[in-house]
């Protein structure tokens, strides 16, 4: 990273050189709660805006990919640890130099293309959290629904020139101080919410599990109570860069890596058992099979119904 201040109004900036090339767009694309994320914006012209909180307060960063870089600017309270956060942000932890996609010739074919993807690593484990726990055995769309309203709702505008429907997601205080009728009208029953505010009022030890080696980082999320093994795998493949996490449990994931490795569905053990080869960069080839294969899977079951406000 190279800085280069700049008065307060316009941001700090910097340009973040990779040691090789980030396709930046895949690589932020699991940390972005849908198209209608309050805290995330693609813009038409490339460029990416994000709004998150950090230990000094909320940031809002802004990445444009250029020829000689991808150039970054940040505003707000938490610019300088925004940018400071970037190259993990990108990537810069995960190495896929011990991955071998020739092992299949799905996996193969998908990272051909994708050679670029990395596994983020944002280190914000309550924003990993939260959207986690709203999407524990619920249709996607409700979970991304009901992260968009809350956010809109309890959120704070983000700092700097951010598009202004864009905001920060709420501090740990502020999700422990979400109404129950803002849960409900939400389609957030108690057992989630109840779950968001456990995991809230003990959110600093959580992110200090962050440092920590990650195996302690999953036990320190165990302790909260509504949350399990499928909860800890969505967010240490967004929050600690875990490039080997498996959601376990999962409604679908199973049958779909099944499809596409064997042309069979199957159950979690043999969803296992099927990546077992690619030990360490199992997330990462569950990622290249859900970017390339997901669209081509045949429906397994019924369609969940879509939920409604509790109220």
């Given at each position: 990273?190279?800085?280069?201040?700049?008065?307060e109004?316009?941001g700090?900036?910097?340009?973040?050189?990779?040691?090789?090339?980030?396709?930046v767009?895949?690589?932020?694309?699991?940390?972005?709660?849908?198209?209608g994320?309050?805290?995330?914006?693609f813009?038409?012209d490339?460029?990416?805006?994000?709004?998150?909180w950090?230990?000094?307060g909320?940031a809002?960063?802004h990445?444009v990919?250029?020829?000689?870089?991808?150039?970054?600017?940040?505003?707000g309270?938490?610019?300088?640890?925004?940018?400071?956060g970037?190259?993990?942000?990108?990537?810069?932890r995960?190495?896929?130099?011990?991955?071998d996609?020739s092992?299949?010739?799905?996996?193969r074919?998908?990272?051909?293309?994708?050679?670029?993807?990395?596994i983020?690593?944002?280190?914000?484990v309550?924003?990993?959290?939260v959207?986690a726990?709203?999407?524990?055995k619920?249709?996607g769309?409700d979970?991304?629904?009901?992260?968009?309203r809350?956010?809109?709702?309890h959120?704070?505008?983000?700092?700097g020139?951010?598009?202004?429907?864009?905001?920060?997601?709420p501090?740990?205080?502020?999700?422990?101080d979400?109404?129950?009728w803002?849960?409900?009208?939400a389609?957030i029953e108690e057992?989630r919410?109840?779950?968001?505010?456990?995991?809230?009022a003990?959110?600093?030890?959580?992110q200090?599990?962050?440092?920590?080696?990650?195996?302690?980082?999953?036990?320190?999320l165990?302790t909260?109570?509504?949350?399990?093994?499928w909860?800890?795998?969505?967010?240490?493949?967004?929050?600690?860069?875990?490039?080997?996490a498996?959601?376990?449990?999962?409604?679908h994931?199973?049958?779909?890596?099944?499809?596409?490795?064997?042309g069979?569905?199957?159950?979690?053990?043999?969803?296992?058992?099927?990546?077992e080869?690619w030990?360490?960069?199992?997330?990462?080839v569950?990622r290249?099979?859900e970017?390339t294969q997901?669209?081509?899977?045949?429906?397994?079951?019924?369609r969940?119904?879509r939920?409604?406000?509790?109220?």
């Amino acid at each position: 990273m190279t800085p280069a201040p700049t008065d307060e109004q316009a941001g700090l900036t910097s340009v973040y050189r990779p040691r090789d090339r980030v396709d930046v767009r895949l690589t932020l694309a699991p940390l972005r709660r849908g198209g209608g994320d309050p805290a995330w914006w693609f813009a038409p012209d490339g460029a990416i805006w994000q709004a998150t909180w950090t230990a000094d307060g909320p940031a809002t960063r802004h990445l444009v990919v250029r020829s000689d870089g991808i150039h970054v600017t940040a505003w707000g309270p938490g610019a300088e640890r925004a940018l400071a956060g970037v190259p993990d942000l990108l990537g810069a932890r995960d190495d896929p130099s011990g991955f071998d996609p020739s092992l299949h010739p799905v996996v193969r074919d998908a990272y051909r293309s994708r050679t670029a993807m990395r596994i983020p690593r944002s280190g914000n484990v309550l924003e990993a959290l939260v959207p986690a726990v709203l999407e524990q055995k619920v249709v996607g769309l409700d979970a991304k629904a009901a992260w968009r309203r809350l956010v809109l709702q309890h959120g704070s505008p983000a700092p700097g020139p951010a598009p202004r429907t864009m905001r920060v997601p709420p501090t740990a205080e502020g999700w422990r101080d979400v109404p129950v009728w803002d849960w409900r009208r939400a389609g957030i029953e108690e057992v989630r919410a109840g779950t968001v505010r456990r995991a809230a009022a003990v959110a600093r030890r959580l992110q200090e599990g962050a440092d920590l080696p990650i195996e302690e980082a999953r036990r320190r999320l165990l302790t909260v109570r509504g949350i399990g093994p499928w909860t800890v795998a969505e967010i240490a493949s967004r929050a600690l860069g875990d490039a080997d996490a498996v959601s376990v449990g999962d409604y679908h994931l199973a049958h779909l890596v099944g499809w596409a490795l064997t042309g069979s569905r199957t159950d979690d053990a043999g969803m296992l058992r099927l990546l077992e080869p690619w030990a360490g960069h199992r997330q990462r080839v569950i990622r290249l099979i859900e970017i390339t294969q997901t669209s081509r899977a045949p429906k397994f079951g019924p369609r969940a119904p879509r939920a409604r406000p509790l109220i």
